[in-house]
């Protein structure tokens, strides 16, 4: 889910706090290790398994919540149309429980940047390229990967943590095409960053 996010949370090198003319900096504490974020990480995935009956995946909650808005105008509408149908949730789609998924990942997000210090506004960007494109591009990619997610029934979470985790040959062929795309387009878009 989350892809051309352009404000996002600043990193700086990690070191403990220290002190400078009496007051204290706070600096920011390193990452985490890899192994241990990915096994917890698991352990989610098994959990959202045994507790909801289905695994992880965020796609859902933006369309319960598309569902929502369109139900404002023609609840009718959209109990007939195929798509909204499955999430009107008995004229309450903002019951689904993945936008409390989202909720917790945003929340926990802000947590986890505030604890280890790495809280910060900015626009990451590289040094050959204005805010406004940086902005721009961050947009255009967002547009294009959630429509993407829609065209393949699922995100990133949904198809390569959950698909992924059943062997689901569909969802492993998503995720080649990703890294696939991904370096293949690098090419084009690194004086961006570089």
Not at 47 to 60: E, K, N, Q, S
Not at 123 to 140: N, V
Request: charged share 10%.
């Amino acid at each position: 889910m989350k892809a051309g996010a352009a404000m996002s949370v600043a990193l700086t090198k990690p070191a403990v706090a220290q002190r400078h003319g009496g007051s204290s900096v706070r600096r920011a504490r390193p990452l985490w290790n890899p192994y241990v974020a990915g096994a917890l990480l698991g352990a989610v995935l098994l959990a959202t398994y045994v507790i909801t009956g289905r695994g992880l995946g965020a796609t859902a909650a933006f369309s319960a919540v598309a569902t929502w808005l369109a139900g404002l105008f023609s609840a009718a509408g959209v109990q007939a149309n195929a798509v909204h149908a499955r999430y009107w949730n008995e004229g309450a789609p903002l019951a689904n429980w993945t936008l409390l998924l989202l909720l917790g990942t945003a929340l926990g997000a802000f947590f986890s940047g505030w604890q280890g210090g790495r809280l910060g506004l900015r626009i990451e960007r590289g040094p050959r390229i204005g805010d406004g494109t940086r902005l721009a591009l961050a947009f255009f990619g967002g547009f294009i990967v959630a429509y993407g997610a829609k065209i393949a029934k699922g995100c990133t979470s949904g198809q390569a943590l959950t698909g992924g985790a059943l062997l689901n040959v569909g969802s492993l062929v998503f995720m080649l095409a990703v890294f696939a795309a991904a370096y293949g387009l690098a090419y084009f878009v690194r004086k961006e960053w570089l």
